[in-house]
């Protein structure tokens, strides 16, 4: 039994420790520098901390590096919460406040932005100053006592008070998810992956877990390319990808700019999308220039490990017509509940998207108030302790006992593909002075 992620990452190095892993535009790493790096950096967080299970603070821009340094957290016995090095300041701090890192791993240039922002200079690891030469055994590392239950990395996500929330995920959540989309999408070794979610969205959980799971390799796609549609294009062709995931609104923009039918994608086999509503006339415009791929609607929020419910795009809708979310994933329980909190059987009957399994998260890093509000006891079962997360989506069965997306009940939208709580706006604009009312 796998009682960390890390067991995928042995288990790739010793299939395919030649194997190119990750590629960005600078570098490729194959699984074997994969481990051997994450070790040196694993070595360097120890160095700074004998502590076990503590957060550390990952600041770097997005590359091969971030995935590397993600996994020297993960051999430390630690875990990791990403950044995003565009954030402002002050987003950057609210979510030291709320995380207190034990250890910030960052480079040269980013370090010395935090420094200049009064960060603690003992907390930081630069990255650029780590002997990556040097061979770490790993086996006291790897005896550090995780257990599946202990967090692999803390997600921050918009908080409705303006305090980012902190979404904590175990190890056991994750491999549930991965085992599970492993199998339903066919995943292996020549599966060619081009990552375009930001690593601090979980999105990214899929690409990076496939990858270290199956030997896959994983191509993280400069972002700026996602505003030069054709660059994107030919960056997908020129490197034969065969698997996306992909926020609807990135499938969008390329439907909408008409470039797939002049560049020829037909390497493409597998489109998977989730994080907002995926129109099918965008959908369908894919469709009909990639037959023969396979097309799946993903849902889910950050705090059930991304994914709780699939829909294989198998029928054909008109532009107009809305996609079904579909069916739960293995080992998940989607609920929807009334408002009397009764469990909703018919079709056409609304209720809220309510989930129970494996996938759920730990609660909110440091916020046991939110954690309360959110993640709940199972009205359906006053016999045992058994907690659901209330997903604030409202959705309804249709003809086909499939699930429905209806929309929010409260002030969450999304942008880009982002949530956002309208909430932290509204906090952030009435804390300027000028300002009399929002
Ligand atoms: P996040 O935590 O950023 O992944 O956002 C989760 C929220 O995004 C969900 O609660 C939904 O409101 C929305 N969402 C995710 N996937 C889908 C989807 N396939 N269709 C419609 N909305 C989605």
């Excluded at 919460?81 to 207190?100: G, H």
């Excluded at 016999?383 to 209806?406: C, S, V």
């Amino acid at each position: 039994m796998r009682n960390s992620v890390l067991c995928y990452l042995e288990e790739s190095v010793e299939k395919f420790p030649e194997k190119v892993a990750l590629s960005d535009l600078q570098n490729d790493y194959t699984f074997s520098q994969w481990k051997s790096m994450a070790l040196c950096i694993a070595n360097a967080i120890i160095e700074k901390t004998n502590e076990k299970k503590v957060p550390v603070l990952v600041y770097l821009p997005k590359s091969a590096m971030t995935l590397i340094s993600f996994v020297g957290v993960l051999y430390s016995g630690n875990y990791y919460t990403p950044t995003d090095v565009k954030f402002p300041f002050e987003k950057v701090n609210s979510i030291i406040k709320c995380l207190i890192p034990k250890v910030i791993i960052t480079d040269k240039k980013h370090g010395k932005f935090l420094l200049d922002n009064g960060v603690n200079e003992s907390k930081l690891i630069n990255v650029d100053e780590i002997d990556f030469t040097i061979e770490h055994k790993n086996d006291e590392l790897l005896n550090s006592s995780i257990i599946d239950t202990d967090l692999a990395y803390v997600f921050f996500t918009s908080g409705s008070t303006g305090v980012p929330k902190g979404v904590a995920i175990t190890h056991r959540s994750i491999i549930d998810y991965i085992d599970w989309a492993g199998e339903k999408f066919s995943v292996t070794c020549d599966t060619r992956i081009a990552n375009q979610a930001p690593f601090y969205f979980d999105n990214s959980i899929l690409d990076i877990y496939l990858c270290m799971s199956k030997g896959a390799h994983l191509y993280i796609t400069p972002e700026m390319y996602f505003a030069f549609t054709a660059k994107l294009l030919n960056y997908l062709r020129e490197n034969e990808i065969n698997f996306i995931f992909w926020v609807p609104s990135a499938l969008i923009n390329v439907a909408n700019s008409g470039l797939l039918e002049q560049i020829d994608c037909s390497c493409i086999k597998k489109v998977l999308f989730c994080g907002e509503v995926m129109p099918n006339r965008h959908l369908n415009y894919w469709r009909k220039i990639l037959p023969d791929a396979l097309f799946a609607n993903l849902y889910g929020p950050t705090e059930i490990t991304d994914v709780c419910s699939y829909y294989i795009v198998d029928r054909e809708f008109e532009d107009d017509e809305p996609l079904p979310i579909g069916f739960a994933c293995n080992n998940t329980q989607i609920m929807l509940l009334n408002s009397e909190n009764s469990l909703i059987t018919e079709s056409d009957e609304m209720g809220e998207l309510c989930v129970r399994g494996t996938s759920l998260s730990m609660g909110y890093y440091n916020n046991p108030d939110k954690t309360e509000e959110a993640f709940v006891q199972n009205p359906l079962n006053n016999h045992y302790a058994e907690k659901i997360y209330r997903t604030g989506d409202l959705a309804h069965y249709n003809q086909y006992g499939e699930i429905m997306f209806d929309g929010r009940k409260d002030f969450q939208i999304k942008h880009l593909g982002y949530r956002i709580e309208l909430g932290e706006i509204e906090t952030a604009i009435l804390s300027i002075e000028a300002v009399y009312n929002a």
